[in-house]
């Protein structure tokens, strides 16, 4: 039984690992364990095919991690984006990285959790554009004011 948890566990961290190669993690991502799978699905060096491999797990957790990983590609992303499972749509609402025309359309998304869910990240989006437009003015301001004593120091 320790053999089995030790042999789990190195395999657990190999599908977690940014060491691990594009090999490794393609046979990991077909093992038996869910678990191992969504190591692989949440790593950032997984190649986009195996990403879409993984997108069609019968594990939502797996999926949700698919949908995630910034390599996924777009297309895949919206396709798990209208999963029958709610619970990769409200993880995909979630992430205020997803991009904004597929949050707008889980914001109408016939389960309630998942359109409110979207509609925050939306919100959310939206507040931290605006606050990076007013970091950019309010720096923008103060050169302008800086620029404005010193013309009024040399008159």
Request: include cysteine.
């Amino acid at each position: 039984m320790f053999a089995y948890a030790r042999d789990f566990f190195n395999l657990y961290v190999q599908a977690g690992s940014l060491d691990a190669s594009a090999d490794l993690l393609a046979e990991l991502s077909g093992h038996e364990n869910s678990r191992i799978r969504l190591r692989v699905a949440e790593n950032p060096k997984t190649q986009a095919e195996v990403l879409a491999q993984l997108s069609e797990d019968p594990n939502a957790d797996v999926r949700i991690a698919v949908a995630l990983n910034p390599r996924t590609p777009a297309a895949v992303l919206a396709r798990l984006s209208a999963d029958l499972d709610p619970t990769v749509r409200l993880g995909i609402a979630s992430e205020i990285d997803t991009a904004r025309e597929i949050l707008k359309a889980l914001s109408c998304d016939e389960n309630p959790y998942v359109a409110n869910e979207a509609l925050k990240s939306l919100l959310l989006l939206e507040r931290s554009q605006n606050v990076r437009h007013m970091d950019t003015f309010s720096r923008r301001s103060k050169r302008s004011s800086k620029r404005a004593q010193n013309q009024f120091k040399r008159a």
